[in-house]
Structure formats: C-alpha cells, structure tokens
C-alpha cells in the first residue's frame, strides 16, 4: 500500500514557490555527494530526496527501465511539490533527462562527468574516467568526449562492482581497495594525472582512491558545478528560497526500501541523525517486475 497520500498532506503546503522544496533524486545513496554540495551552496533550501535502493544500481539496468523509473520519480516528486529537480545520478541523466524534461513542467538539473573541466586541468593530456558501462555508453557522454577532449586521451573505466560497495556503505575495505587498484593503476601507468569520478557514488570513495594515487591525479567531482547551476536555474525561475531566520530546514529522505544504509550514509557524510521514510513509487516497468511469478 503507497505511502503517497500521507506525504501529500505533510509535504504540500499553501506557501509560495519559493517556499516549495527542491527535490533530489538518486538510484540509491550516491546523491547524497550532491545534497551535501546543494545544502552548502543553497542553506535556506528546503531538500526532499528519493534513493531508489529497491533497484539499484541503475548501471545494470537497461535503457528503458532506467527511464521508467526515473520519470515516475520525477513524477512522484512533483506531486509533493517540488519546484524544481536534481537527477543526482549521472546514468539517469545520461539516459533519461530529455524524456523528462519533456514530460515534466518544473525545472530540471542533471548531472554528466566532468569531461570539460579534466581537459582543461590535465597536463600530461591522459585522463581517465570512472563511470558506469550504461553512462559510458551513452550518446550523451560520447558527445562530452567529441567536444571536450581534442587533444587530451580519455581512458574510460566501468566501475563494476563501486556503486554496490557504496550502496553497503563499504567505502574502505581491504576488497574494495583492491577492485578500485585494478581499475586505477593502468591509468597511472598510461600517464593520467586526472580522474573523472563519472558517478556521484565515487566521491565517497576519495579516501580509498587517494590512498592508490596519492597526488599523483586529481580528482573532478561535479558536485558543486550542479549546486551552482541549481542555484541559477531557482534564480531564473524567480523561485529561490529567501532567507531563513531559524536556520537551515532539515531535509527529508525518502527511499523504495527499507532505508537503513541511506540512514547510515546520513549519518557518516551530514553529521546527521535522520529519519528515512519509506515509500513506495510504482512504474510500468517495476509493476511488470511484481507481476511475474516468483
């Protein structure tokens, strides 16, 4: 039984636009890399966001289900008021974000590796790219590496295997470090002094990948180019939120399972002791998933 009434009556309220919450959306906790970066950018926002764990990673899923699910959350979170979205998942942006742009009627920022600022920034002319083989694959992200790259050799990666150790909160393992080694050391024998994180799960891989390179590369999180950018379109819009005098709004989480990780997550990168609430937000394609006998 959905949740979504109830939400309905706690989250919509009578104030004005700017008043509204932005929401935030993820295929599990890697969005929180952008939240963090949202809430310092944008203090006085209020923040709604959805970690659809129940069917995560969005990397293994093909095209269609990843735009299903992305629509309907999108959807989902119009209808508790949003005024504006964060497809904080660089898959869902590569995949899904014109579909959604068309259907939706608020605002939207994606998220796309940061192919443009590693070109600039690499001094050797080697970088390389950790991302998942969906967002890689993307006509989207291939139209990054034709417009940016020129001169500059990008060595692309799937991170197989770094979404799901961060979606268990395994951020430093002795197995994880070894997985991230395999896919980082041909980088650095190849010259690569730049390392696109292509997900917004990696960023909290930092301290494990920079025990493997140390200052050997650098590291092109966009976490905070999307805060800015959200920042301008809420300002386009006329919709930014005014000062508050009681001091940031405490976000809401929101996840399709049980929400214990997301909890942790919270917990380990906000300093925060949240509640997650569950919710259930069905689409086709997860309605045909339920139908099949088991």
């Known amino acids: 039984m959905s949740a979504e009434p109830s939400l309905n009556a706690s989250i919509i309220t009578a104030h004005p636009a700017s ?51 992305t629509l309907a959350i999108g959807e989902w979170l119009a209808r508790q008021g949003a ?50 083989q969906v967002t890689l694959r993307s006509t989207r992200f291939q139209a990054l590496l034709e417009r940016y790259a020129a001169d500059c050799r990008f060595i692309c990666q799937p991170g197989h295997g770094l979404v799901q150790a961060v979606e268990r909160c395994d951020v430093g393992s002795e197995q994880l470090r070894a997985l991230l080694a395999g896919y980082l050391q041909p980088m650095l024998e190849a010259g690569a002094d ?21 200052e050997r590369m650098a590291l092109i999180d966009t976490s905070v180019a999307i805060a800015r950018q959200l920042e301008r379109v809420l300002e386009q819009h006329g919709v930014r939120a005014a000062l508050h005098a009681t001091g940031a709004p405490v976000p809401r989480f929101f996840s399709t399972d049980g929400g214990a990780h997301l909890r942790q997550l919270v ?11 569950r919710v259930e937000i069905p689409s086709r394609r997860t309605a045909a998933l339920s139908s099949q006998p088991g």
């Open 194 to 214: 730049t390392l696109v994180l292509g997900c917004t799960h990696y960023p909290f891989l930092d301290a494990a990948i920079r025990d493997i390179v140390g």
């Open 19 to 69: 008043r509204a919450p932005v929401g935030i959306f993820d295929s599990g906790l890697g969005g929180l890399s952008v939240l963090r970066a949202v809430r310092a950018q944008l203090p006085d926002e209020a923040l709604l966001y959805v970690a659809d764990s129940l069917y995560a990673p969005y990397g293994e899923r093909d095209d269609d289900f990843i735009a299903d699910r």
């Open 83 to 132: 005024k504006a979205l964060v497809i904080a998942c660089n898959t869902a942006t590569a995949q899904s974000i014109a579909l959604v742009r068309e259907r939706l009627s608020i605002p939207l920022v994606g998220v796309e590796p940061g192919i443009k600022p590693a070109a600039l920034q690499s001094r050797s002319r080697v970088a390389g790219v950790l991302a998942t």
């Open 267 to 277: 917990a380990t990168l906000l300093d925060m002791d949240a509640e997650v609430e």
